[in-house]
């Protein structure tokens, strides 16, 4: 059964920064892209980043430059670093991986974490 645990949410004002983990169990790691998607209330869920297998890394154009995510194989673990945090970013962030290797990430057929809370106050 695999599993994703996020943490590392909270509550920061804006223009701090922010990691969030996402640790990864019940398979082989490092053969899966890992990805993060957030969802404000009231609003769809969005992705935020992905990184592949080999470390290829995509973020959608509204982010790039503020969230940064990498992986560490070998602590199956997947982070992202958000930076000059905003109000806006205000959601629930889950972890995300394709259920099938090699495979990058989509909105569909993967495993979710269960959210980690991110508030940020002006």
């Given at each position: 059964?695999?599993?994703?645990?996020?943490?590392?949410?909270?509550?920061?004002?804006?223009?701090?920064?922010?990691?969030?983990?996402?640790?990864?169990?019940?398979?082989?790691?490092?053969?899966?892209?890992?990805?993060?998607?957030?969802?404000a209330p009231g609003k769809e869920?969005?992705?935020?980043?992905?990184?592949?297998?080999?470390?290829?890394?995509?973020?959608?154009?509204?982010?790039?430059?503020?969230?940064?995510?990498?992986?560490?194989?070998?602590?199956?673990?997947?982070?992202?670093?958000?930076?000059?945090?905003?109000?806006?970013?205000?959601?629930?962030?889950?972890?995300?991986?394709?259920?099938?290797?090699?495979?990058?990430?989509?909105?569909?057929?993967?495993?979710?974490?269960?959210?980690?809370?991110?508030?940020?106050?002006?």
């Open positions: 059964q695999v599993q994703l645990v996020e943490s590392g949410g909270g509550s920061v004002q804006a223009g701090d920064s922010l990691r969030l983990s996402c640790t990864a169990s019940g398979r082989t790691f490092n053969t899966y892209a890992m990805g993060w998607f957030r969802q869920r969005e992705a935020v980043a992905s990184i592949t297998w080999g470390g290829f890394t995509s973020y959608p154009d509204s982010l790039r430059g503020r969230f940064t995510i990498s992986r560490d194989n070998a602590k199956r673990t997947a982070y992202l670093q958000m930076t000059r945090l905003r109000p806006e970013d205000t959601a629930v962030y889950y972890c995300a991986t394709p259920v099938r290797p090699y495979s990058v990430v989509t909105g569909t057929n993967n495993y979710w974490g269960q959210g980690t809370q991110v508030t940020v106050s002006s």
